[in-house]
């Protein structure tokens, strides 16, 4: 069996608890593989741990315990050098839920793609304008959106654009934050699609943070079931969500809603 990609050994992250309250504990023990060009969901409710995961893997917190490893090779995920940051980006990406917050307000799109582009030692700044159309072909946008800023665009516009600056250095996995969740149905469609024609193309590994089953089972081959920061359930993406062996797995399951379903209320509302 071939090295995997990215593989986390007994993560854990607690959090102090304020004055007076115990410790968080919001990743217990949690392990995982992800394999080349794979596309790995992880899901859960609020809560349960799968963005801490997520802001772990990309630098953005560090592990209490535990190991994150790509290509057999252990991530130093403490180190705050340049260097080694740069080294994580150049291999890990991460595009965050909101677009908004996420880029930088100020700068063109070309500004923000130009920026994402200069971690890529090989790029060659002379033909940076032309990696820019590139970038922003390849995410369905053309090249007068490079002279707007995140405000001039919609939401569905943004979060292609957080995709293109993902895509810039070429990375081997790209982790997605419920980045489509902000999104209303039809853009949401779009950029699924969209994600998956990235993926066929380039072979970028996912790993796909969500709390939405219908969005998990068209996006990923594998998936993790999270509860409390542990994992309960993990296989294939239609073993568990058709076969779910997990009591939380199958309410996850079964809140979905289906075609007739219509809400009720318990009780009748206050005149």
């Known amino acids: 069996m071939s090295e995997p990609l990215l593989k986390v050994d007994d993560l854990r992250k607690v959090f102090p608890g304020r004055r007076g309250h115990d ?22 409710e609020s809560g349960s741990g799968k963005t801490t995961i997520a802001r772990m893997l990309v630098g953005l917190e560090r592990p209490t315990s535990g190991s994150i490893a790509m290509g057999g090779a252990i991530l130093d995920v403490s180190s705050r050098r340049a260097k080694d940051r740069r080294a994580r980006a150049r291999r890990l990406q991460m595009v965050f839920q909101d677009p908004y917050s996420s880029l930088d307000r100020l700068q063109t799109v070309e500004q923000i793609l130009s920026d994402a582009l200069s971690l ?3 790029a060659v700044r002379e033909s940076r304008a032309e990696q820019v159309r590139i970038l922003l072909t390849s995410v369905g946008l053309h090249e007068r959106h490079s002279r707007m800023r995140p405000g001039g665009l919609s939401g569905g516009q943004r ?45 970028t590994a996912y790993l796909f943070i969500s709390h939405d089953l219908a969005v998990v089972n068209q996006v990923s081959d594998r998936c993790v079931v999270m509860r ?44």
Not at 24 to 35: C, P, R, T, Y
Not at 236 to 252: I, K, N, R
């Open 23 to 44: 410790d968080v504990v919001a990743v217990d023990g949690v392990s995982f593989e992800l394999a080349p060009g794979e596309s790995l969901a992880i899901v859960g």
């Open 120 to 122: 890529d030692p090989d």
């Open 159 to 203: 979060q292609r654009v957080a995709i293109a600056r993902a895509l810039a250095v070429k990375p081997d996995v790209v982790v997605l934050d419920e980045a489509v969740a902000a999104l209303d149905v039809s853009i949401q469609a779009q950029v699924l699609n969209l994600l998956k024609e990235i993926r066929e193309t380039t072979g």
């Open 228 to 271: 409390q920061g542990r994992v309960v359930e993990q296989g294939t993406t239609a073993e568990v969500l058709h076969h779910p062996q997990d009591s939380y797995t199958q309410q996850l399951r079964d809140a979905v809603p289906r075609p007739g379903w219509s809400p009720t209320r318990s009780a009748e509302a206050p005149r």
